[in-house]
């Protein structure tokens, strides 16, 4: 059992109840991750963690502050030293080992994540697999981070460049998924030679703390990841990593506004940044689509996660001759959904992981209702324990409702019809975010043209999903800069050295 896990996971014990389904209590961590050891906070605070399906507490944690920072950053900076010395296939296996240790441990981390994000299991196993592939994917990458020979015009000159990890890197990830944005960015970081200090979210910090568990297990070395767990300090422990000299690179994914100001914290130092922000993705389904097949996609663009995901469908635009059908169609499937704590049997709909979610979605109902849309279905919170909101349907929603510039994060689907291309795409464009965008066309032609021409960074054609590991993932505009995966994603942690030599 590692130092930080929880002492016990019987029914006695009152804090520790929610977690005796684990087979594995050592992954049950109740520390932060310093240096390979497992430690509270500097000050001795805690703060609760909640269920957001009961918000029962179900464990207290470090609340960590800016010495703790600091300590993270001075572990990561030694480590650094020696680790990027570390033979590329040894850091390859490494991250082989701690994917295929995941995916040993799928169940313990999908109970874990849904105790603390409220995601169905059924979900939760899958971020685990998506997650795990990130590490796999990033071995292979580890060993492909190339150079170049370069011609030169002196001819008593030989050009060569060759490519190092830019250092100790901060990485601060979301809620929503909290395995997946450590998996994407860690994995990189790693590969590359780089070490790191991790803050995952208040609302979700259990998952991140497991990969420190299985981390150590897969041979990572100490002070090569580090893991701080904050919720009232979060602002504060967010700038302090900003802020420091010897951060070198840092990687966010959250909103626009906190990408914002964390880029003007960087800016003092300097640092290379890689920021996926906010979206609102526009789903855009054509006359000639097959409406089974786009219904499908739909359906997994708009509710995955209960509709929280930086890449949901936030905005529906479906052409005129099939507008009617459409909405009758979803509305079949949606009545269908199971609203349910994620550990209920045939649950698809969980709660909001956050409290102010509610609000949000009944603020964007209400606002786009007043507005002149339609109201076909749900619209309301669910009177009952927890952070539920009913699979809502709103039909012609205007361009002056908020969802139209805002994401809803919630399982709202706003429909609105289109008749022609040229009158689409100004409305599909005019949120200063691009993330993803959905088409739903058998017109090849037509996909060519909307894909080009659509302010995004991803576009999903036929299908309601946009990432895999092998994919560059990334938005423009206030969506933010850098690649996360693919083949460009580990080049997010290295530079670029050049060597001019005289072979004269």
Partial sequence: MSPGAATS???TSPTANPFKALKDPSLLCTKAFINGEWVDAASGKTFQLTDPSNGNVIIELPECDPSDVERAIQAAAAAFETFKKTPARTRARMLRKWSDLMLENIEDLA???TLENGKSLADSRGEITYAASFFEWFAGEAERTYGQTIPAFNPNSRILTIKQPIGVCGVLTPWNFPSAMITRKVGAALGAGCTV?????????????????????????????????????LAAVGSAICASPTVRKVSFTGSTRVGKLLMSQCSETLKKLSFELGGNSPFILFEDADLEKALDALMVAKFRNSGQTCVCANRIYVQEGVYDKVIQMLKERMQKLKVGGGFDEGVTIGPLTVENGIKKAEAHVKDAISNGADLIMGGKALNRPGTFFEPTILSNFPESSILYSEESFAPIAALTPFSTLSTLLPLANAPDVGLGAFICTRDLSIVWKVAEALEVGMVGVNTGLLSACESPFGGVKGSGFGREGGSGGIEEYLVVKSLVMDVS
């Avoid at 910090?205 to 904050?230: D, E, H, M, Y």
């Fill in 111 to 113: 109970v874990l994540m």
């Fill in 197 to 233: 200090v991790a803050k995952p979210a208040g609302e979700t910090p259990l998952s991140a703390l497991a990969l420190g568990v299985l981390g150590a297990r897969a041979g990572v070395p100490k002070g090569v990841f580090n893991i701080l767990t904050t919720h009232a300090n």
């Fill in 9 to 11: 996971t019987d029914d």
